[in-house]
């Protein structure tokens, strides 16, 4: 399968699919699950994809396709890097609200080669970004001029699995998007100059007694 060129049938199964592992996780949703979601019979899903692992594949594919184009564009859009983040931070709101606390174990233990799809993604697109966002602050004199960029850029890479982690953060007692969104701003602050936390609390509408 090309999964950089899939039919109708097959984006609406992985769309269908997906939706459903962000709901229940990839583990407690089978082929009949999709098939039922979808309204057609399990030997139609089958016609295109050979196996439940197939279709994870292709749902992680297609969404982290998507998601890095959305990334790009933010990043062209953004006037300097903190409203890049800023805009970034209101992406991972919408990403980690819809995204079951289980998706990243039932990718790591059960569906190998998706899992490597994300680590990917994570170690070479992610990181790349934020090792460019890091330097434009920099620049603009909004991060502070001392930062190691790749030492801050893979401390801000170990964040973003660290809230779907149960040992640290037990689904009950903590909530992922909150947990995402208090990491990402302890870590933009983190970075901030005076002149960049001067930005910050403009962009967040707070005023700050010096």
Not at 119 to 146: C, P, T, W, Y
Not at 205 to 210: A, D, F, L, N, Y
């Amino acid at each position: 399968m090309n999964t950089s060129e899939l039919t109708v049938a097959e984006s609406k199964i992985t769309e269908a699919a997906f939706e459903l592992f962000c709901q229940k996780g990839i583990k407690s949703v089978s082929m009949d699950d999709i098939a039922q979601h979808l309204g057609m019979s399990k030997k139609t899903i089958y016609k295109w994809f050979e196996n439940k692992d197939k279709v994870v594949y292709a749902a992680c594919y297609t969404y982290l396709t998507t998601i890095e184009g959305r990334c790009e564009n933010i990043t062209a859009a953004a006037d300097n890097a903190i409203e890049e983040l800023l805009h970034l931070m209101e992406l991972n709101k919408h990403v980690f609200t819809k995204i079951h606390p289980s998706i990243f174990h039932d990718l790591q233990k059960y569906h190998r080669t998706s899992w490597e799809l994300w680590v990917s993604h994570k170690n070479n697109f992610i990181l790349q970004h934020i090792r460019q966002n890091i330097a434009r602050g920099m620049r603009e004199g909004l991060f502070r001029s001392d930062l190691e960029i790749d030492i801050v850029a893979r401390l801000r890479l170990s964040m973003i699995e660290m809230p779907f982690n149960p040992a640290l953060f037990p689904p009950h007692q903590f909530d992922v998007t909150k947990v995402q969104l208090a990491s990402l701003g302890h870590y933009m602050l983190g970075m901030a100059t005076l002149k960049g936390h001067k930005m910050i609390n403009a962009y967040k509408h707070i005023t700050e007694e010096e």
